[in-house]
């Protein structure tokens, strides 16, 4: 298929390796609050924090490349996760563990539709602050 007749697929905003912790045992479910309509229900991870095409890019681009790129950091980061949620602490990290992981983190803080729409904003105000300039 090429690269502009594709279909999105569902990108993760929170990754499931994260989800996954929080998912019951043998269902691998969680709980959902629905903020806007206040219900709650179960959902399986698979379909929880993700969006169609969330990170593709503009037309005439790889449109994978950024999710492609998360999934990487995701892969290199899963084990150092999963031992910190076994051993419950972080001492035993050595230092390119940690630095990953403090990756992984700020990589998390910029992935979300609110980090998106403020920047956003903020380009529409600084582009209307320089109309006004002329």
Not at 3 to 25: C, I
Not at 73 to 78: K, Q, R
Request: charged share 30%.
């Amino acid at each position: 298929m090429s690269m502009q007749s594709r279909a999105p697929t569902d990108q993760h905003y929170v990754p499931q390796l994260l989800l996954r912790g929080f998912a019951s045992e043998k269902r691998k479910q969680l709980y959902v609050f629905d903020k806007s309509s206040g219900k709650v229900f179960r959902s399986s991870v698979r379909n929880l924090a993700c969006e169609r095409g969330f990170y593709d890019l503009a037309a005439g681009e790889d449109p994978e490349r950024v999710d492609r790129w998360l999934r990487q950091l995701e892969e290199i980061t899963a084990p150092i996760i999963r031992s910190v949620r076994t051993r419950k602490t972080l001492s035993h990290l050595h230092a390119a563990d940690r630095q990953w992981l403090a990756a992984f983190i700020a990589v998390q803080h910029v992935r979300t539709r609110h980090h998106r729409e403020s920047w956003g904003d903020i380009n529409k105000q600084m582009a209307e602050a320089l109309r006004e300039m002329g």
